[in-house]
């Protein structure tokens, strides 16, 4: 597979959304109910310059004949910086946590999981954590790439996006972008867990603490998403060295062997606060969730100790001061428990948004 996930050349015809490649393989777990297919398709960078991804699509093997099959985009939360920690690698090996893509297959929908930009595809660099422009971009144009594939024969059906942590994020971009990006997906709603709005907020939260290896890891993503500016000058000798180690990363390795404050690397304590970084921060946070015109589902644990609550109710608050159509949801758990146990809850919202 090796070659699969090679980096295409792309040339200026191309559109996003365009399949370059398929690939039909099995998921172990799901192979006797299941087809599925990797992906190479043409998307778009947070500079909207055209870039290739990976992503898988998932479909039942008994469809419905009487209507097109809702799609799922289900963003996946972050993995890693590196290309092996893509989801559609995952899926394979049988390391990728199943639960809301079978919750969402029970119910006859078929199901695109994008890998975000990097992930996946080689020789790239590391993936763009925390990007939202990018990984709402990455979203949409997979499920334009689904309904363009011939099992689908052209007929396109509605459209749900759901996420969690860093995947809540990228759904929400993703809906705030529809509208100018891709209106003529036919989406329905969104449903976004424990969604991290304000990266620079959430930095200055968790740093210095069991989850500060994620402020290295977003440094990272973005100075990767804006490569065109010199935000790595914020590095000491020492955080240069360990930036190109960390870039190959899982999460799980991150965490465990990155657990200094961001200070620790940097030449300030403080980097969000260095003029360019409040720049692309700005640029980050910017979105129109406040003005979304499609339902919104949200849903967090009150003892999440990773994004904490108060800044879910916060984006609860602004979404209802913009008469978005808002469902709420809290679980009495962590951050982990309510991942784990919200799937059945948000597929049965979301299909109240296809109805």
Do not use: K
């Not at 590196?82 to 995952?90: D, E, L, R, V």
């Amino acid at each position: 597979m090796t070659d699969f996930y090679t980096a295409p050349v792309l040339r200026q015809d191309h559109r996003p959304g365009e399949v370059l490649r398929t690939h039909e393989t099995e998921i172990s777990a799901l192979v006797d109910s299941t087809r599925t297919w990797q992906l190479v398709y043409v998307s778009a960078d947070s500079r909207t310059e055209l870039i290739p991804v990976t992503g898988t699509v998932i479909t039942p093997r008994v469809a419905n004949p009487r209507r097109p099959a809702p799609l799922l985009v289900y963003c996946p939360s972050f993995h890693g910086l590196g290309g092996a920690c893509a989801p559609s690698q995952q899926l394979i090996a049988g390391e990728e946590t199943l639960d809301p893509i079978i919750a969402a297959l029970d119910r006859g929908w078929a199901v695109a999981v994008p890998d975000g930009e990097n992930l996946g595809i080689t020789g790239l660099g590391s993936h763009t954590f925390l990007a939202g422009r990018a990984a709402g971009h990455v979203a949409l144009d997979l499920a334009r790439a689904a309904q363009n594939l011939p099992e689908f024969a052209g007929v396109t059906g509605p459209v749900v996006l759901w996420g969690y942590a860093d995947g809540g994020r990228a759904a929400l971009w993703a809906a705030t972008l529809h509208g100018d990006y891709a209106p003529e997906l036919d989406l329905r709603g969104v449903a976004a867990g424990a969604v991290v709005t304000d990266p620079a907020a959430l930095v200055e939260i968790i740093d210095s603490g069991p989850w500060s290896a994620l402020g290295l890891a977003g440094l990272l993503g973005l100075s990767r998403a804006y490569h065109h500016l010199p935000l790595r000058h914020v590095f000491t000798a020492d955080g240069h060295r360990a930036a190109q180690r960390a870039e190959t990363l899982s999460a799980q390795i991150l965490l465990a062997q990155y657990q200094q404050p961001l200070g620790h690397w940097c030449e300030r304590s403080d980097p969000w606060n260095d003029p360019i970084w409040r720049y692309v921060l700005a640029r980050e946070n910017t979105t129109g969730f406040d003005e979304l015109r499609i339902p919104v589902h949200l849903y967090h644990g009150r003892r999440d100790s990773i994004i904490p609550y108060e800044l879910a109710h916060r984006l609860a608050a602004d979404l209802r001061a913009g008469r978005t159509l808002l469902t709420w949801q809290e679980y009495d758990g962590d951050h982990l428990d309510t991942a784990e146990r919200s799937a059945l809850d948000v597929v049965n919202q979301l299909n109240t948004f296809l109805t």
